[in-house]
């Protein structure tokens, strides 16, 4: 089955740039989604088809997808980023869902 | 506005079997593919089960095949999970999930209901 690999954590001081990167066996032929879910809520898509940005999610928030890397990219930022973010793609050959095992991004 | 709301978690002992809805508002349910996705508390998320429009497909994780069946009623915009031979690590949330059109991922979530399964 296909496998997705996320670094547990990532820490990042308020106004500076936090790299999240979600690996995969030729991940860059897929396309990958990004969730953002804080304590207890339920996750909320921000990034779709490795780039683009819902309605209401801040252009801070950046996606690219490339090789056996994908990655998130929240710029300039904010207390409120704080939270778990999982990667995501379709496994078309198993017909299956497939989550990241997450980050926990801590702002400094 | 496009809502989903899960109803039927509880605590249920090991070996047991529940049921869970998932009611939709605010889109044209039959138009779309739904999916269940779960969390044990403290982990991940855990794609669960999907099913296609009209019902006439379905698709089950691994951990999950042969004891899980996935459902729906158009008719009354519900969608539901039977979970059967229920084990401790099926304790979880489960969310409901609705794709963005053809795109394969999630943009609308329920809030979530909570299976517990112990003795």
């Known amino acids: 089955s296909y496998v997705l690999t996320q670094p547990p954590s990532v820490s990042v001081a308020p106004g500076k740039t936090a790299r999240i990167t979600c690996g995969g066996n030729n991940i860059g032929s897929k396309s990958v989604h990004w969730y953002q879910q804080k304590p207890g809520q339920a996750p909320v898509l921000v990034i779709y088809?490795?780039?683009d940005r819902p309605s209401g999610i801040p252009e801070r928030l950046s996606g690219s997808n490339s090789g056996n890397t994908a990655t998130l990219t929240i710029s300039r930022v904010e207390a409120g980023d704080e939270a778990d973010y999982y990667c995501?793609?379709?496994?078309?050959?198993?017909?299956?869902?497939?989550f990241g095992t997450g980050t926990k991004v801590t702002v400094l | 506005e496009v809502q989903l709301l899960e109803s039927g978690g509880g605590l249920v002992q090991p070996g047991g079997s529940l049921r869970l809805s998932c009611a939709a508002s605010g889109f044209t349910f039959s138009s779309y593919a739904m999916s269940w996705v779960r969390q044990a508390p403290g982990k991940g998320l855990e794609w669960v089960s999907g099913?296609?429009?009209?019902?006439?497909?379905?698709y089950y994780a691994d951990s999950v095949k042969g004891r899980f069946t996935i459902s729906r009623d158009n008719s009354k915009n519900t969608l539901y999970l039977q979970m059967s031979s229920l084990r401790a690590e099926d304790t979880a949330v489960y969310y409901c999930?609705?794709?963005?059109?053809?795109?394969?991922?999630?943009?609308?979530w329920g809030q979530g209901t909570m299976v517990t399964v112990s003795s």
């Open positions: 995501q793609v379709w496994d078309s050959s198993s017909d299956h869902y497939v």
């Open positions: 099913i296609s429009g009209s019902g006439g497909s379905t």
């Open positions: 088809d490795d780039s």
């Open positions: 999930a609705k794709p963005v059109g053809v795109v394969h991922a999630f943009d609308i």
